[in-house]
């Protein structure tokens, strides 16, 4: 079983910025793609940023130019700087990682238990 460990979320003003974090534990063979998602009140929950093993990057149209996903393969870290915040970008954020675990190569999709993040206007 893998569990993910979520940080970095609060309040800040618009125009501020705010670095989320997400760490995996467990008997990880290896990630295909780490995602952030978010959920504001009311609405569905939409794909923020993904990064998969190669490295390659997808940003949601809202986001591109002030939000960066990154990965820290060693740490099995996802992080999610975001800058330039919008109050629009009020939301519960949520991590999501796929992979396989060791020692069957098992597939895994966890998710993050969530982080508030709350932009003042």
């Known amino acids: 079983q893998v569990q993910l460990v979520e940080s970095g979320g609060g309040l800040v003003q618009a125009g501020g910025s705010l670095r989320l974090s997400c760490a995996a534990s467990?008997?990880?063979?290896?990630?295909?793609?780490m995602d952030w998602h978010r959920q504001a009140p009311g609405k569905q929950r939409e794909l923020v940023a993904n990064i998969i093993s190669g490295g390659s990057t997808n940003y949601a149209d809202a986001v591109k130019g002030r939000f960066t996903i990154s990965r820290d393969n060693a740490k099995n870290t996802v992080y999610l700087q975001m800058n330039s915040l919008k109050p629009e970008d009020t939301a519960v954020y949520y991590c999501?990682?796929?992979?396989?675990?060791?020692?069957?190569?098992?597939?895994?999709?966890?998710w993050g238990q969530g982080t508030q993040v709350t932009v003042s206007s």
């Open positions: 467990g008997s990880i063979l290896s990630i295909d793609a």
């Open positions: 999501n990682i796929q992979g396989r675990t060791w020692p069957l190569g098992t597939p895994f999709d966890s």
